[in-house]
């Protein structure tokens, strides 16, 4: 029968092209994004337990999913809005290059969306309103009528909102059961990762894509300020970040000790990389550029496994 396969079969042409199609859409979704979410979303899992105290693991798993999810649609869909700059910014992302159609990452976009509501079925029922509030903050950063993407305050205002509901989501999902409230180093961590993704991780990505945000019309910080200044910024936000994190471990007497030093770690390579970017700016490729954002997502990797291992 046609299309019927056997273990000593090729595997049948439309299940290939299936397969290709999803690669190129967990490609355009940043599977380093989607990677840094699911360690914040098991941040608020394990920031919101005593050590001694484990959730029931399906239900952290089912909960992560959705959540996970709900970040692919997001960021699939901005993809598919984000064509013009990104083909002059030089990227390399499968919609850019012509890889993956717009039409077809917009189809797997809105079905990642459902499915995403679909999966908290049976949790927590505020994870409906976090799941379903994450994907009209995706959508409204992304999409017509005015995408927020195209201003400096709508870019901080989605990233902060989104970022907390990440750990938020974790914390709803460990605690269903004992209605707890979040404890003092959940509440230090977040705040100090949400003022790290807007406070340093916005200026580091601005630094590769001034050409195509400028072209698109965006007012970024980079298109504002221009390359020195924004990596400036970046560099005194993220000393003045660590040292608030310092004071905040101290006085609350946060369990973060090992957070804290690995993002002493991460900020000092960040200056480290934003020093590089001032001083030759003018012979930067875009991937040189881009090495201030490539160890800001590095750091927030570190932070966020140091915080869940240190807490499990």
């Not at 079905?111 to 994907?135: E, K, R, Y």
């Not at 004992?178 to 509440?187: R, S």
Request: net charge positive.
């Amino acid at each position: 029968m046609p299309g019927k396969w056997t273990p000593s079969a090729p595997f049948p042409a439309d299940v290939l092209a299936g397969a290709r199609v999803v690669a190129l859409c967990l490609a355009e979704a940043r599977p380093s994004v989607l990677a840094v979410s699911s360690l914040r979303y098991l941040t608020g899992v394990a920031l919101a337990l005593p050590i001694t105290s484990l959730a029931e693991p399906a239900r952290v798993l089912q909960g992560g999913l959705a959540w996970v999810l709900s970040i692919f649609a997001i960021y699939l869909f901005n993809g598919v809005t984000d064509i013009t700059e990104d083909r002059i910014n030089g990227s390399g992302r499968p919609i850019a290059r012509g890889g993956l159609s717009p039409g077809t990452a917009t189809a797997v976009a809105a079905g990642a969306a459902v499915l995403a509501l679909v999966a908290t079925v049976g949790l927590p029922g505020p994870m409906s309103w976090i799941i379903a509030v994450n994907l009209g903050l995706g959508y409204l950063y992304s999409g017509p009528p005015a995408a927020l993407k195209g201003s400096s305050g709508g870019t901080v205002a989605v990233l902060v909102l989104s970022g907390l509901l990440s750990y938020l989501a974790g914390f709803t999902v460990a605690t269903a059961d004992t209605g707890g409230v979040a404890p003092t180093g959940l509440i230090v961590f977040a705040a100090t990762a949400t003022c790290w993704m807007v406070m340093v991780g916005v200026p580091a990505k601005d630094l590769s894509d001034i050409p195509g945000d400028a072209a698109a019309g965006r007012r970024t910080v980079g298109v504002l300020l221009g390359e020195r200044v924004s990596s400036r910024l970046m560099m005194v936000a993220a000393l003045t970040l660590l040292a608030a994190f310092c004071v905040a471990v101290v006085i609350w007497e946060a369990r973060l000790a090992g957070v804290l030093a690995a993002m002493a770690a991460g900020v000092t390579a960040v200056v480290a990389a934003g020093t590089r970017v001032r001083v030759r700016a003018a012979e930067q490729e875009r991937g040189a550029r881009r090495r201030p954002y490539k160890t800001f997502m590095a750091t927030q990797h570190l932070v966020h496994i140091t915080a869940v291992l240190s807490n499990i």
